[in-house]
């Protein structure tokens, strides 16, 4: 593992990274915080400036374009930007759990999902961790991918289980 090609990038991607990196550390703490205690609303501010970051910054990110300079990955920076402002909204308007969904969503689905796809080979996350074997980045993809879908398809049945029931659904 070598940090050569992040040091050796652009600064819109040192920027970019450092951001992401900074938001995929500080998530976990700022959703298992309680809701309202000062830790959790530094922390999700400081988080959500980062991630408004790493969103903004990626539209500068042009070498994966198929549509002109953009990518499909950019699209998941325009429903970042839109999580943000739709999770903000609701924690001000006082809609914790709707709050709540939108920013856990956007953490564990958005981010992550993401931060997956920088292993694809010739990004600078997969030239750092497999300088040797770039190949090797799409078993984390796909790895990463079955985790997700697999989490996704439990919520599901859990939720059809609880409906089943007459239960109400987290």
């Not at 300088?131 to 997700?148: C, K, N, Q, R």
Request: aromatic share 12%; with cysteine.
């Amino acid at each position: 593992m070598t940090l050569a090609p992040f040091l050796d990038a652009p600064v819109y991607i040192q920027l970019h990274a450092s951001t992401a990196a900074l938001a995929v550390v500080l998530g976990p703490f700022v959703i298992l915080r309680n809701r309202r205690d000062r830790l959790h609303k530094t922390g999700g501010y400081i988080w959500v400036l980062a991630m408004f970051v790493v969103a903004v910054s990626s539209f500068w990110i042009k070498e994966f374009g198929l549509i002109g300079p953009l990518s499909p990955i950019h699209l998941l920076s325009v429903l970042t930007l839109w999580s943000l402002w739709a999770g903000l909204r609701h924690a001000f308007a006082g809609r914790i759990d709707l709050h709540r969904r939108v920013f856990q969503n956007l953490y564990w689905r958005g981010l992550l999902i993401a931060g997956l796809f920088n292993f694809m080979p010739g990004r600078a996350t997969n030239r750092s961790v497999f300088p040797e074997t770039p190949d090797a980045g799409w078993v984390v993809i796909a790895l990463g991918l079955t985790l997700i879908l697999g989490d996704v398809a439990r919520r599901r049945i859990l939720e059809i289980r609880l409906q089943r029931n007459g239960e109400i659904c987290p």
